[in-house]
Structures are given as C-alpha cells and as structure tokens.
C-alpha cells in the first residue's frame, strides 16, 4: 500500500488513501513522504473538493460548485504558506512549503463529505484536528505548538480576508445556510 495518492492506479488509491487519512490519521501522516511533488496531493484535494461539487451541481447551489474548488486550492495553497511561515518563524518548525502543502492537501479528506446535513460541520472541525495532526508530523511538533499553529494561521486569514472586502468562510456559511433553509 502507498503511503499516498498515486494516479497509476486512481479510484483504489484514492480510495485507500482517503480511508487511511480519515481512520489512521496518524499512521498516515507519519509515512507520508514529505518530498514527491505537490501533483500527487493537489489532485487528492481537488478529488475531494470534486466529490462536494457534484453535490452543488446536482442539488444547488450550482454556482458554489466551481467557487467551491477555486476556493479550495486557493486556500489550501495560501493556507500551507501561512502555516509554513507560522511553524518555522515562531516555533522553529522542521517542514517547508512542500510538507507543509501534502499535510493540508490530504487533511482535506473529510471535505468530500462536507455535503452532508448534519455531517458538514463535523467534517470541517475533523479536517481541522487532521491538519493539527499533519503539521505535528511535518514540523516536528507537539501538539500544542501545531494547535497554536493553526491558531494564528486563522486569526491571520481572518485579518486578511476581512482587510480584503469579507469574510473569506462567507461561501461556506452561505452554502449551509441555503441548504437548511435558513437563507
């Protein structure tokens, strides 16, 4: 079994990968290689952000499917470098960009599920602990630091998004609402 996407052969890995991210989270992320290239994992996020947008196009709202993966990459992209910054100037972290971005790309598993009532939120706070996770591993951390890690890394896109014209959660909360009726 790989230790990660690969596309030679792509519905069994992505399936096995995906499993492993979201039952042995920690087992993963400590055979994840932490070099490769950002291929392999960009396209098991952008699987998972996939998955979630056929549930847009099917169900509504058709216009989140496209934002939802622009989004996605784009923060999960910016995220990394955030974290990266964040993990090596303040707490002395090991990783770089590259580490940095494999640990976010394969803590999106959960996304794919993030269509679900109900389920959505749960999904986005597993995400979370699995990133907690991916940065303990990449940066050499405890859990601690990759918490407060993350911690400043969403106070920072916070800040950012805020500076920039809005919240930058606005497309995620818009969505939940429109599905539970409370838009």
């Not at 002395?92 to 999106?108: I, K, L």
Request: aromatic residues 16%; positive net charge.
């Amino acid at each position: 079994m790989h230790n990660e996407f690969q596309t030679d052969d792509f519905a069994r890995s992505f399936g096995n990968v995906w499993k492993r991210v979201i039952t042995e989270p920690r087992a993963f992320f400590q055979e994840m290689p932490v070099t490769g290239g950002l291929l392999n994992p960009l396209l098991f996020l952008l699987i998972c952000l996939a998955i979630n947008a056929v549930v847009f196009l099917i169900f509504g709202p058709r216009h989140f499917a496209v934002r939802f993966i622009i989004a996605g990459v784009i923060k999960s992209f910016v995220g990394a470098a955030i974290f990266m910054v964040i993990a090596r100037q303040i707490f002395a972290g090991g990783g770089d960009y590259e580490a940095t971005f494999r640990a976010v790309a394969y803590s999106a598993a959960p996304i794919a599920l993030f269509w679900l009532p109900l389920v959505g939120p749960l999904t986005a706070l597993y995400a979370l602990f699995l990133t907690f996770v991916g940065l303990e591993r990449v940066h050499g951390f405890d859990a601690v630091k990759s918490v407060l890690t993350v911690a400043l890394a969403v106070l920072v896109a916070v800040v950012v998004g805020l500076v920039l014209g809005g919240p930058w959660w606005w497309p995620i909360y818009a969505h939940h609402a429109y599905m539970h009726g409370c838009a």
